[in-house]
């Protein structure tokens, strides 16, 4: 061993703190997660991983010319990646469900309202307006979403919003049942909801994404990148003339950002900048948001109860988050508990699709509210 490796090797050890080992640890556990338990594996694990190789003591991959730098400076800092993701998710997004019953469009709207309460009680805390903001969008459970708000309004959060948001998405299934059986009776929980599919024309499908596009751009231009991505993405789908521009969106285009969007975001979470005391309560507040907005959704269901006369089952009013389709697929699980025939999945559906549209809305209000630029 020369002495020029020698005092590489003496710099790299010399240069490792508690806080990035504390940061690779974390960085190996969200790996663990996604592997072990499959939380949300395809962002969680690159998440991991950026986490990891950006601690590592004078790792090349970070700073002015590092690849994972560059990562976020050409996909993060201009929003470019959560954009590219919508188009994925709009790609593979049924309105159907929605189409076919308009009405839970209100339970989306519902399962907004513990972002703008959290928005309150982070301001009590002491936060900005505008770091309140990107905290309270971490209720919504969306990822691009909250990367896009917090990143305009208070990028110095980036890295704990969005592993909050992340990691909150992936605990859908475990998180959500409590809350959903304390504010229920199990008879309200075992309500049946036949569901009597019908046609949506081909054309009312096209006009959906362009009408909902226009109408929200116009009350909220702030949320215009968001739902134009989101809405480009489902136009493509409902087409049916340009399947390659589909399957590529919701396939190779979201799998390659979804990778170099995790690895971006993991690279932000440096061990003396993410292990403050603000970081625990941005996790803790978001906690509460998600909580919040699920339990908003249950009651607005309890609200359609009583004016249907006993035929609705408050439980759809949980999938109004953004969590689409795990939220669905939770309700669905929760009802069957109670009766294991009980089908309420697609009328769930018609609820998440509808958080999906009210979270980027939410969004452009935040900004809005903010006066972002």
Same mark, same amino acid.
């Given at each position: 061993?020369?002495?020029?490796?020698?005092?590489?090797?003496?710099?790299?050890?010399?240069?490792?703190?508690?806080?990035?080992?504390?940061?690779?640890?974390?960085?190996?556990?969200?790996?663990?997660?996604?592997?072990?338990?499959?939380?949300?594996?395809?962002?969680?694990?690159?998440?991991?991983?950026?986490?990891?190789?950006?601690?590592?003591?004078?790792?090349?991959?970070? $700073?002015?010319? @590092? *690849?994972?730098?560059?990562?976020?400076?050409?996909? #993060?800092? /201009?929003? +470019?990646? %959560?954009? &590219?993701?919508?188009?994925?998710?709009?790609?593979?997004?049924?309105?159907?469900?929605?189409?076919?019953?308009?009405?839970?469009?209100?339970?989306?709207?519902?399962?907004?309202?513990?972002?703008?309460?959290?928005?309150?009680?982070?301001?009590?805390?002491?936060?900005?307006?505008?770091?309140?903001?990107?905290? $309270?969008?971490? @209720? *919504?459970?969306?990822?691009?979403?909250?990367?896009? #708000?917090? /990143?305009? +309004?208070? %990028?110095? &959060?980036?890295?704990?919003?969005?592993?909050?948001?992340?990691?909150?998405?992936?605990?859908?299934?475990?998180?959500?049942?409590?809350?959903?059986?304390?504010?229920?009776?199990?008879?309200?929980?075992?309500?049946?909801?036949?569901?009597?599919?019908?046609?949506?024309?081909?054309?009312?499908?096209?006009?959906?994404?362009?009408?909902?596009?226009?109408?929200?751009?116009?009350?909220?231009?702030?949320?215009?990148? +968001?739902?134009?991505? &989101?809405?480009?993405?489902?136009?493509?789908?409902?087409?049916?003339?340009?399947?390659?521009?589909?399957?590529?969106?919701?396939?190779?285009?979201?799998?390659?950002?979804?990778?170099?969007?995790?690895?971006?975001?993991?690279?932000?979470?440096?061990?003396?900048?993410?292990?403050?005391?603000?970081?625990?309560?941005?996790?803790?507040?978001?906690?509460?948001?998600?909580?919040?907005?699920?339990?908003?959704?249950?009651?607005?269901?309890? &609200?359609?109860?009583?004016?249907?006369?006993?035929?609705?089952?408050?439980?759809?009013?949980?999938?109004?988050?953004?969590?689409?389709?795990?939220?669905?697929?939770?309700?669905?699980?929760?009802?069957?508990?109670?009766?294991?025939?009980?089908?309420?999945?697609?009328?769930?559906?018609?609820?998440?699709?509808?958080?999906?549209?009210?979270?980027?809305?939410?969004?452009?209000?935040?900004?809005?509210?903010?006066?972002?630029?």
């Amino acid at each position: 061993m020369n002495s020029e490796t020698l005092r590489l090797l003496l710099d790299g050890v010399n240069n490792l703190s508690w806080q990035s080992m504390v940061m690779m640890a974390i960085g190996l556990l969200l790996i663990w997660l996604a592997i072990a338990k499959e939380y949300e594996p395809l962002l969680l694990l690159p998440i991991g991983a950026g986490a990891i190789l950006a601690n590592i003591p004078l790792s090349p991959l970070v $700073g002015e010319h @590092g *690849a994972l730098t560059t990562l976020y400076n050409m996909g #993060v800092e /201009n929003e +470019l990646f %959560p954009l &590219l993701i919508f188009i994925g998710i709009g790609a593979m997004t049924d309105f159907g469900p929605l189409l076919e019953n308009p009405k839970m469009v209100l339970l989306g709207a519902a399962g907004q309202f513990g972002i703008f309460l959290t928005l309150l009680l982070a301001l009590a805390l002491g936060f900005s307006q505008p770091q309140a903001a990107s905290i $309270g969008i971490i @209720g *919504a459970i969306d990822g691009p979403t909250s990367i896009y #708000v917090s /990143n305009k +309004l208070a %990028p110095e &959060l980036l890295a704990p919003i969005t592993v909050a948001a992340y990691s909150y998405m992936s605990l859908v299934p475990l998180i959500m049942p409590p809350v959903m059986r304390l504010l229920t009776t199990k008879k309200e929980r075992a309500i049946r909801m036949p569901y009597s599919s019908r046609e949506i024309s081909q054309r009312t499908r096209l006009l959906f994404p362009i009408i909902v596009t226009l109408v929200v751009s116009i009350l909220v231009p702030f949320a215009t990148p +968001l739902i134009g991505m &989101l809405m480009l993405g489902n136009l493509m789908r409902e087409s049916k003339v340009v399947e390659r521009l589909t399957g590529a969106a919701s396939n190779e285009l979201a799998n390659v950002v979804t990778l170099f969007l995790g690895l971006a975001i993991g690279s932000t979470m440096m061990g003396e900048r993410f292990l403050r005391p603000a970081t625990l309560f941005i996790m803790g507040l978001g906690l509460i948001a998600f909580v919040l907005d699920t339990a908003a959704g249950v009651m607005f269901g309890k &609200l359609l109860n009583v004016f249907s006369k006993g035929k609705f089952n408050p439980l759809i009013g949980a999938a109004g988050i953004s969590a689409f389709p795990m939220a669905a697929r939770v309700v669905q699980k929760e009802a069957s508990r109670e009766n294991f025939d009980n089908f309420v999945l697609m009328h769930a559906m018609g609820a998440n699709a509808a958080g999906q549209v009210a979270s980027v809305v939410a969004g452009g209000v935040l900004l809005a509210l903010m006066g972002a630029a």
